[in-house]
């Protein structure tokens, strides 16, 4: 038992769940606004995907998207393997305290992430798995082996890894990958990845600095750190709001923009004015909170509003 939970405390499950929400997310919105447009069509439900073919298909991205991402988080570790001792919050990793030998964790990561592309191509459709392929790859080749080392926009850009997630579910449920909403997720997630990222560095001030890893804060200084998330928070709440606006969802959602939106900016001054380990923590907890509740609202609005 022991074993098991080093292996599956290398996928990172926290954060890959968090990811799948999103994902579901944009399944379920695709099929409520389906079944409502056949609807309005006089076409009735028919045509439209069953609510069991939405559970099925809900339930091969959440273990495919799974495997795919987390594979990706492992081999994460293993290229970090160096690094991660250095630092109070990676030093006890299984790789770092030697509990794993570093081959076995890259073979691990490899078939992992494979098996979650292979069970989205097989039990959703390609186009799925292609996107979850391309997210896996930009995390490990973009972001780890080549931006986080080399500049402080590290987890801007590599964020659109984790942003990706919507247009898998979405793409899964057979929905046009040009459509505006998915894309919308994926852009709120693209804005709210650099905030909640910063946060959790300026709670654990100084260690990428020990780890020669060019994070914002090392680079541009905890201060300005704190001015670019209170940016980004403002930022992300002008895209909820544009997206309830573009999308139509109506006024219950765009409420929750605010509320939800307005919290996490009031947080963002709250620690640039006041700055503390605490109030970062509060942040760092706040946007995990947000991101569920925000997609949430967007899936009750598109029920209510469709």
Request: aromatic letters at 10%; proline letters at 5%.
């Amino acid at each position: 038992m022991a074993d098991l939970r080093l292996w599956l405390s290398l996928l990172k499950l926290r954060v890959v769940v968090l990811l799948q929400v999103t994902a579901i997310a944009a399944i379920l919105a695709h099929d409520i606004a389906d079944r409502q447009l056949l609807r309005a069509m006089f076409v009735g439900n028919d045509l439209a995907r069953t609510w069991a073919e939405t559970l099925e298909t809900a339930l091969v991205v959440l273990v495919g998207g799974s495997l795919a991402s987390g594979g990706s988080m492992a081999i994460n570790m293993w290229y970090d393997r160096d690094i991660d001792p250095l630092m109070a919050r990676t030093g006890k990793r299984p790789l770092p305290s030697g509990e794993l030998a570093p081959g076995a964790v890259l073979v691990y990561g490899i078939v992992v992430c494979v098996s979650g592309v292979v069970v989205l191509a097989l039990l959703a459709n390609q186009l799925a798995a292609a996107f979850a392929a391309f997210s896996a790859l930009f995390y490990v080749l973009v972001y780890t082996m080549w931006l986080k080392r080399r500049t402080p926009q590290n987890i801007v850009i590599g964020g659109l890894a984790g942003a990706l997630s919507p247009l898998v579910g979405w793409t899964a449920a057979g929905g046009d990958p040009l459509a505006l909403l998915p894309w919308a997720m994926v852009a709120i997630i693209f804005l709210w990845t650099p905030p909640h990222f910063w946060a959790l560095t300026l709670a654990r001030p100084g260690e990428y600095a020990q780890a020669g890893v060019p994070m914002l804060p090392v680079t541009a200084g905890e201060a300005a750190t704190r001015r670019y998330v209170t940016g980004y928070a403002a930022a992300l709440l002008l895209t909820s709001l544009a997206t309830g606006w573009q999308a139509g969802l109506g006024y219950p959602f765009l409420a929750a923009a605010v509320l939800l939106g307005g919290r996490f900016l009031q947080l963002a001054l709250k620690l640039q004015h006041t700055p503390s380990k605490r109030v970062a923590w509060t942040l760092f907890g706040y946007s995990n909170i947000f991101l569920f509740l925000l997609f949430g609202a967007m899936v009750a609005a598109v029920a209510l509003t469709a």
